[in-house]
């Protein structure tokens, strides 16, 4: 079981090598992940893109733009079909956004021909390790999937249920969070935890235990869940995921994690054929970094399963 | 201006002695606080509750019951009543909730009679002094509304600018936030958010300077804002008072920041005819302790309107 990122590192460098295939690669803050991951040896990268530019920016920053294979399109909706078509025929392992907007890159990824389209519902998973608490949380959705309904929930724990297993987190505790943990009829998002928890109990929902509505502190700290008696619950303060109620609540609770604790984060898009790293300018390198080594823990677990 | 809790005690022993009445006062964790109150020179307590069991409980505690002025009530719903009249009648100060549950508590703050009413909603103010960041955190409503409308919002907003106003915040930075720093015609917070920010353009909002959707970087991070380039707005980093889409999102929040990150915090309910203290078992004693001292620094500055 993994619980860190040095350990999630770790565990890539063991696996067969992985390739991350870059749509529109002339972005020096991607290019630095990417050059950073292929000398930890956490995967090699493809880069698709404007390759005047990529070999530019390239040796601004000290890489040597030999070390790689470069594809050259410079137009970006191009280079994003050219780059999702190598890991849609397994030539990549992952697939990567570079320097194009995030509607052109999703429109790759979801493109019915060369795509990496699965049939079920796209969701954001952003693993976290926090100073302080044992396990690595997975938080979900907070980028992606806007208001999902029970439905989308229920596809958003298969997902993410996925990546934990890949870390081998073989039972996870998923906590569909709440205000309170206690069903509130005033409060749908609490009947809907408690109809997941019923679904999981039912056999429908599997590979996990599902157990809310939960509060934010029943379910990762392990002392409030003692001190307010929870101990009976499934969950006491060992939740592995985090499911919110909508993506304000989840990308609120993402940022104060990442502007006011100590952490390591990474995240990827689940849900796809392949993983997809779908960092965003304002994550820190080793964010990027982290997301590439999580997108290839996820590529072999994928690969042994097919 | 105050930005930490030692500054807020400090300003609190500059102000007139001030007296806190406590409702069912047979609770150890209450009257340890209340004590340490007294001691630290916050505030007086008058003791409303079960005599017998009150002292029993002083006793047990070190502390000498004869240093305060018990009633004795031993019916609940009677001793929240007598508690609430002194702080109606001025007697008091502040009024804080003891071994009732919230609902009987909160019947008697809204008591026709005796009780505390303004005719405004009721909202609940969590501040937060958090490692890194340097102005307090006003976080609203975290706790009581569940699903604010914006003519809720309006309400929770001059219910917390009063508090900011009171720990010398002139002119406060009001955050409404989102999971996005646009508006988005799909997600109606961020429809909101502007709506309030417009209505403080207009003079319907005084007091404060409204600017928002805004993520949770850009609200409390310089760095981050400066990154996203939202410096051409009015909130860049420096945000007193964060507004929150409903209680999910923000009470998620606030158990982030108690259960990962380094803080310092106190909460009052607010819209009330004095400050009252609703603390919630899972608190801390220091957040016992830091919440009576804002609640003496709220009482001050209404003492000074009235």
Same mark, same amino acid.
């Given at each position: 079981m993994i619980t860190s990122f040095d350990e999630l590192i770790s565990h890539v460098k063991e696996c067969g090598k992985k390739t991350v295939s870059v749509a529109v690669a002339e972005d020096g803050a991607v290019l630095e992940a990417v050059h950073a991951a292929r000398e930890q040896g956490i995967a090699d990268a493809i880069l698709v893109g404007d390759e005047e530019k990529i070999r530019a920016i390239a040796k601004g920053l000290n890489?040597?733009? #030999?070390e790689y294979r470069i594809i050259n399109e410079p137009d970006h909706t191009q280079a994003a079909r050219t780059a999702v078509k190598l890991t849609h025929d397994g030539v990549a392992d992952m697939y990567m956004k570079g320097l194009l907007d995030t509607k052109g890159f999703l429109k790759s990824v979801l493109d019915k021909e060369v795509g990496l389209r699965t049939g079920k519902p796209l969701s954001h998973v952003a693993v976290f390790e926090v100073e302080g608490i044992r396990q690595l949380l997975f938080l979900t959705d907070?980028?992606?999937?806007t208001y999902p309904t029970l439905e989308d929930k229920v596809h958003i724990i298969e997902n993410t249920v996925a990546v934990c297993h890949a870390c081998g987190i073989e039972n996870p505790k998923v906590a569909p969070l709440a205000a309170v943990e206690v069903v509130n009829p005033k409060m749908p998002v609490t009947v809907e935890a408690a109809e997941l928890t019923r679904m999981n109990e039912e056999g429908k929902i599997t590979g996990c235990v599902v157990d809310g509505p939960l509060s934010l502190d029943i379910a990762i700290d392990p002392e409030a869940a003692a001190h307010k008696g929870a101990?009976? /619950?499934?969950i006491a303060g060992d939740a592995d995921v985090l499911l919110f109620p909508d993506i304000h609540a989840g990308n609120l609770v993402y940022k104060c994690l990442v502007h006011t604790a100590k952490v390591e984060n990474g995240c990827i898009l689940t849900g796809t054929k392949v993983p997809v790293i779908l960092t965003? /300018?304002? #994550?820190?390198f080793q964010t990027k970094v982290n997301s590439i080594a999580l997108a290839a823990v996820v590529a072999e677990a994928m690969k042994d399963q097919n």
């Open positions: 890489i040597d733009p #030999d907070v980028a992606f999937m101990t009976g /619950r499934k965003s /300018r304002s #994550d820190s």
